[in-house]
């Protein structure tokens, strides 16, 4: 016993008393193992559903990376959490199904120990019937929502992108039904959420405009072309170098005939000068020398027939060379005046080409303006149909509750409850009846009835362990007995150490 030997029990003590006691022990198991057996029949079995999403993305968005992909995974956990989310689930289910739940204003720990103290009568004074209605301005599915998302988990798998949602009930079906209600209601609020309603509206107005624009400026640009007499620059620009360039070889072409007739015209003149017809008549002589000209300023060279003026009639041949010769002469100087006319009308010709290139390049800069502009405006119209076409064809797919959001797993009844647990619960009660059974041996030997030779000892103290008829019976009293035996019994003990001391020394 522990009554005078070791004031501190050590395990072995601890052990031994519980070897001691076998019965008190056995009694202490068993009362903990009934009393959390009870519990765990008291308490209503929880179970627990999950099903899990592919929440996969967008083509345009794969290449932003693996930080991209995390935050849009917990964006979507986030939505799937959220009360629009669980009062969706609760439409879906029927809020009649969860008939009780949010009933009361005093929620957890708080709540069930003011119950008990002040009793029902507070708590149904402090929370009617009604206290989700009209009167306290907070709805029945806002109580049910606010209860339900404390039992919703939502979280995301590790280096992937699937989303699982689990939901603990006391109502295995009502807890399947309601976690796949939760996903309908995450995809239908994904859904509208990438919802733009006005969008198409907006890029049918742009659509509108720029194909205003492009007609305005095509009017722009035709009534210049018009007025300007420009369709193409770099097709006018290009007739117009090459009818440059053929005029320059026809001109240069011309200047070589005009040469050569000028040196045909002066070999006729002198031929005809050296014949006699010519050196006899004045006015013949006059007429060869108009015709000829004196271009090089020399003097015409009359022949050794001068002096022979009338030495007789020319023969006939040379009659008839004069006439050929005056013939010849004729045509040559009548091609002169024509070939000196062309190259006039070339020259002209190139300078107007030249002026036409120079005013075409003048008028380039505003005729390539317009031409832009037109390109743009016809570029913007085709933008926006272009986004008008993609806006329709993603509100019809969200018209069809099409999204990228996928279930890979639906929830399914659960046929076990993840709460309680009958192993932990006995392992618990087990655990509990070892500590209650190894206090109360101790107690006992602490308190319990002292040896013969203790309780005969002169001036010992009444056993601590048993209580007198005197002993008050209120809880109070009963404490200040404990207390007072309890320091006699300190006291004696420390006697008879000084005792032992003292015969020792």
Sequence with gaps: MLHDQDMKPSIGTVLRCMWKHKALMVLAVGAGIA???????????????????????ASENISDGSRKQLELITSQARIAESEDVVRGAINRVGLDKFKGVGQSRLPGLGGWLRQIVHGRRDTEEAVPENAGGKDSGISDIDLVASVLSRRLTVRTEPNSEVLKISFQYTDPRLTAAFVNAVAESFIERQIRLADTPGAIDFFREQKKRFNEEVEMRSRLLEHFSRRER?????????????????????????????????????????????????????FVSNLVENLGGD?????????????????GDPPLLMVRVYQDSMVALLKVNSEIAGLLDLVKQQEQEISTVNRDLTTLV?????????????????????????????????????????????????????????FPNGAQFLGLGVVFGLILGASASLMLEMYGPRPVSDATAPDAPAAPGRFTAAHASTPGAQANELLRKASAYFAMADLKRRARTQSGS
């Design 230 to 282: 420009m369709y193409s620059v770099e097709d006018e620009r290009s007739l117009l170098l090459h009818r440059a360039s053929d005029i320059a070889a026809a001109l240069t072409a011309t200047r070589s005939s005009l040469v050569d007739k000028q040196g045909q015209k002066g070999a006729l003149v002198a031929q005809l000068r050296l014949l006699k017809p010519v050196t006899q008549s004045p």
């Design 295 to 311: 271009e090089k300023g020399r003097s015409p060279s009359r022949g050794p027939s001068e002096n022979t003026a009338g030495a």
């Design 35 to 57: 009393l959390f057996l009870s519990a765990y029949l008291l308490i209503a079995p929880v179970y627990e559903a999950s099903t899990s999403l592919l929440v996969s993305q």
């Design 362 to 418: 003048s008028k380039q800069t505003e005729f390539e303006r317009l031409k832009r502009d037109v390109a743009q405006a016809t570029l913007n119209a085709e933008l926006y149909a272009k986004r008008t076409t993609e806006e329709q064809i993603n509100a019809d797919l969200r018209s069809a509750k099409l999204t990228n959001i996928r279930v890979i797993q639906s929830a399914t009844t659960p046929l076990r409850a993840v």
